[in-house]
């Protein structure tokens, strides 16, 4: 079985030299994980290789879809809104703000 933060797609093995290290937009934040494309880094973070925690999108940017591998996947706040460290949907600013 392999341990925290990596996966094994090869049958019938069970050396944990075999297997690899959970690729950039997944979190493989279990063990004996067999398909890392089902382990997608959550929206609103993204998640280098072999994370150990998913990275808050900064604020001022947000990410709406899973998967995201670098700091540069999360996008520019929209204009008329914020963002908070890990979000997934811009914020409306209320009037005056």
């Not at 797609?9 to 994980?33: L, M, W, Y």
């Not at 994370?51 to 879809?65: H, L, N, Q, V």
């Amino acid at each position: 079985q392999c341990p925290l933060y990596t996966y094994n797609d090869t049958q019938r093995t069970e050396a944990v030299a075999d297997c690899s290290a959970c690729p950039p937009g997944h979190f493989c934040n279990k063990t004996g994980i067999v398909k890392f494309k089902y382990h997608k880094c959550s929206p609103g973070h993204y998640c280098l290789l072999r994370a150990k925690f998913e990275i808050d999108c900064p604020s001022g940017t947000f990410r709406k879809d899973p998967g995201a591998a670098l700091l540069a996947d999360c996008g520019p706040c929209t204009p008329g809104h914020y963002c908070l460290p890990g979000t997934v949907e811009p914020i409306a600013c209320g009037k005056g703000e």
